[in-house]
């Protein structure tokens, strides 16, 4: 997740030209709503629930929020430092335009939506200020790592998460992988796979996540946690929501583990698309049909 340092004029013309959309359309949603506040109290309500971010918890969603004050047509202070942050910094994101592009088309289509991103890094801000108004949520590895963001980007939400798998680990925990106890459908706090994590914070397993991007933790060394644990509790996650589909990503799958990892336990069934090095994969619940197998 955590990028080397490069330039890319290409990557930066995407960024400044995806916030300059997200600024125009954000303006123009505002003022419609400014212009419709002499409309019943019903379309006012319904128009701010729409505008709202999702949440798991039932009373905020009854929330609703209406504004008239000028302020509603200025761009909110975070898009802003974003956009100054990724048009002024010679450190640009890992992932390659094309790349990040399948991610952001989705998420223009989701958002304000729950977003999960194993792994914090120079492309963080990025994907929370493309998550406007929903909740990001970052997982990593590296506790000086987190503390060092923070510092620089304190509106981003993050956790530290303890890895016990090894890359050298990886052929047996794909068999493990294999057993009743990992394809049986459950919440992975409560699993007896090997492979399920179990020791993320409790708002983690209660989120009904809309999109999952696995870019880390680190993977290109024999004592490197790797990705199988993340990428199989992606999974996990996905199939045991109560309903609906999840969107999850798996970047770097040129590599050994994140391929194969990906293929048995995302499903090449429920893979829709890979470009570059990411792939696309869609997971509906299983929850509603427990008959269902765990790959299509």
């Known amino acids: 997740m955590r990028p080397k340092t490069q330039s ?10 995806v916030f300059i959309a997200f600024l125009l359309l954000f303006v123009l949603r505002s003022r419609l709503v400014s212009s419709n506040e002499s409309t019943t109290s019903s379309s006012v309500s319904s128009i701010s629930h729409a505008l709202l971010p999702r949440s798991s918890s039932s009373s905020e969603d009854k929330k609703t929020r209406t504004c008239s004050s000028p302020q509603c047509n200025k761009i909110p202070s975070s898009v802003a ?52 108004g929903g909740r990001t949520i970052f997982l990593e590895e590296d506790e000086t790592w987190i503390e060092q963001i923070k510092k620089r980007f304190p509106m981003l939400e993050s956790y530290h998460v303890t890895y016990d798998s090894k890359v050298n680990e990886a052929n047996v925990l794909i068999e493990a992988g294999k057993g009743p106890e990992c394809t049986a459908i459950a919440d992975p706090r409560y699993s007896m796979c090997q492979l399920a994590l179990k020791g993320l914070p409790s708002e983690i397993y209660d989120m009904k996540w809309d999109l999952i991007m696995v870019d880390a933790p680190t993977g290109y060394y024999e004592d490197a946690p790797g990705r199988m644990t993340a990428i199989y509790t992606a999974g996990m996650m996905a199939r045991n929501r109560e309903n609906g589909e999840t969107h999850v990503f798996v970047h770097d799958v040129n590599r050994n583990i994140e391929d194969k990892f990906s293929r048995e336990f995302l499903c090449d069934g429920y893979m829709k698309k890979q470009v570059g090095r990411l792939r696309h994969f869609t997971i509906p619940s299983h929850k509603s049909n427990l008959d269902m197998p765990f790959c299509p």
Do not use: A, R
């Open 8 to 17: 890319s004029l290409s990557l930066k013309l995407l960024l400044i030209c």
């Open 81 to 132: 430092k974003s956009l100054i942050h990724y048009t002024t910094s010679t450190i640009t994101p890992q992932q390659t335009l094309k790349e990040i592009s399948v991610t952001s088309k989705i998420l223009d289509k989701k958002s304000p939506c729950n977003f999960l991103v194993f792994g914090l890094g120079h492309d963080s801000l990025m994907w929370h200020t493309l998550n406007f």
